[in-house]
């Protein structure tokens, strides 16, 4: 056999073998679809910003000191609830007592010589009338009364300027509350030069809180005061907490190339659960409507395959809805939306079922469709071919 012959066979070789890949492959039928469809119904519509944020009170007041000493006594401690007046603590008074004492006395020592240089300066007002005294006399009594006057009223700044530094030295509360920090203790020097030291931090009322949230530049534009807000905290995961959004800071934050926007949230807290400091992931609702008609956004999207499809524009959009016969095209007219679905305002009625999708349909096992022809070059399964009557020669 030459190499001819050889390339000859093998074409032969692979012609048979496509042939019998024609043949016994069958005619596949299309699967056929139907359509997946949705009720229109009646639902909520709703969209939200989220963001974290820090709790805190309301409204806190940094108790300080504006004199300098040593903390003799203090009275309250963390959580301890307070009075309008109440003492919290005491500076040690020994050299606030001397300063006061020693401007009584000087107060004193200036109101006689006062009285002193007031009569003398009465008799020798009447000597130079009756031109006793010389003028020189007479402008050095008047000189040395106003001096006089001048140093008692000195002193009187300073006695009163003493006792105020003698009352600052007992610290009491400014307001009912609850003390929220100390940052002192007995013993501990303070010292009020430029910045007053801060020994205590008290909140009016932690039945009422707020929430800070830092809610991104991208989305600041959809917050608005009075729009609903819900929120949790780690420390009860389970538990839902609302507020309300009352204001919306224009001051910016600036953080690793992020700008962010204080949001105020005022929360109530009965059950004293929400504690300062805790972190909040807050969801504030931007939009939400209620019992309104509503459709999956989906449904926008589906066009059947092969038919044309009406160009709409605006809040004008087109459905598909399922009828005995097949499907039909509306036109409607959409309102909001969110994530998942629109609002309808015109164009359908709850129960209509809207066309969202296709999907395959499902072909029981044994249903196949009959081969419309089998390969003459496949071997016959065992039994398959019926046998023939034999004939009479």
């Excluded at 629109?342 to 349909?361: F, H, N, P, Y």
Aim: with cysteine; hydrophobic share 35%; glycine share 6%.
């Amino acid at each position: 056999m030459n190499k001819r012959t050889k390339i000859w066979i093998g074409i032969a070789a692979i012609l048979v073998l496509i042939l019998i890949g024609f043949f016994t492959c069958k005619k596949e039928k299309q699967q056929p679809s139907v359509p997946e469809t949705a009720k229109v119904a009646m639902g909520t519509i709703s969209a939200s910003v989220t963001a974290t944020g820090t709790v805190s009170p309301i409204k806190t007041i940094t108790v300080g000191t504006q004199v300098s000493g040593t903390i003799s006594k203090i009275y309250v401690d963390y959580n301890s609830v307070v009075k309008r007046g109440q003492v919290l603590a005491e500076i040690d008074k020994t050299v606030l007592n001397s300063t006061y004492e020693s401007a009584l006395t000087d107060l004193n020592v200036n109101k006689t010589q006062m009285d002193y240089q007031e009569k003398n300066f009465n008799r020798i007002k009447d000597l130079y009338a009756k031109q006793a005294v010389s003028k020189t006399d007479y402008e050095t009594a008047e000189y040395n009364y106003n001096t006089a006057k001048l140093n008692y009223k000195r002193s009187q700044s300073d006695v009163i300027k003493a006792k105020t530094n003698l009352n600052y030295a007992t610290i009491v509360s400014p307001i009912d509350g609850i003390v929220l920090s100390r940052a002192v203790d007995e013993g501990q020097t303070v010292a009020a030069s430029f910045n007053t030291p801060t020994l205590f931090t008290i909140t009016n009322n932690l039945n009422e809180m707020q929430v800070l949230a830092n809610v991104d530049e991208a989305d600041i534009g959809q917050v608005k005061e009075g729009q609903k807000v819900s929120f949790t905290v780690d420390a009860f995961p389970n538990d839902v907490f609302s507020g309300v959004v009352t204001q919306v800071r224009l001051e910016a934050t600036t953080t690793s190339n992020v700008v962010t926007y204080k949001v105020v949230i005022k929360a109530s807290n009965p059950d004293l659960k929400l504690k300062p400091g805790l972190t909040a992931s807050v969801n504030i609702y931007t939009m939400e409507k209620n019992d309104v008609l509503v459709i999956p956004n989906k449904a926008l999207n589906y066009s059947p395959t092969g038919k044309r499809v009406n160009k709409t524009g605006g809040s004008e959009k087109q459905v598909w809805i399922k009828q005995p016969n097949g499907s039909k095209a509306v036109k409607i007219m959409i309102g909001s939306t969110d994530a998942t679905h629109t609002e309808v305002l015109s164009g359908l009625k709850a129960g209509d079922e809207v066309i969202v999708g296709e999907k395959m349909a499902i072909t029981m096992p044994g249903a196949e469709a009959k081969s419309e022809g089998a390969s003459p070059f496949m071997p016959k399964r065992p039994g398959s071919e019926s046998r023939r009557p034999k004939t009479a020669n």
